[in-house]
């Protein structure tokens, strides 16, 4: 099974085209695909690196958080 890539903008969240991306570069981030881990990261959308809570806070347009949130159960 071939390795698809899907770039998703810093913005919005949201998916979007490879033309998009590559139009935007440092507002979108191009996911690989490959193994999908539970835990919560952070991502800068210009860099690429792996950044810290605190950078989110400071610059939410350009950070993308990846994985799954975690939920609470309700009693």
Same mark, same amino acid.
């Given at each position: 099974m071939?390795k /698809?890539?899907q770039? +998703?903008?810093? @913005? /919005?969240? +949201?998916? @979007? &085209? &490879?033309?998009?991306?590559?139009?935007?570069?440092k507002?979108? @981030? *191009?996911?690989? $695909?490959?193994? &999908?881990?539970?835990?919560k990261?952070? +991502?800068?959308? *210009?860099? $690429?690196?792996? @950044?810290k809570?605190?950078t *989110?806070? +400071?610059?939410? &347009?350009? /950070?993308v /958080?990846e $994985?799954?949130?975690?939920?609470?159960?309700?009693?």
């Amino acid at each position: 099974m071939p390795k /698809t890539s899907q770039a +998703r903008s810093s @913005v /919005t969240g +949201r998916f @979007v &085209k &490879k033309s998009t991306a590559d139009r935007h570069p440092k507002k979108t @981030v *191009v996911e690989d $695909g490959a193994k &999908k881990s539970a835990a919560k990261k952070n +991502r800068s959308a *210009v860099s $690429g690196e792996f @950044v810290k809570d605190a950078t *989110v806070k +400071r610059h939410p &347009k350009t /950070t993308v /958080t990846e $994985g799954k949130k975690k939920t609470t159960k309700k009693k």
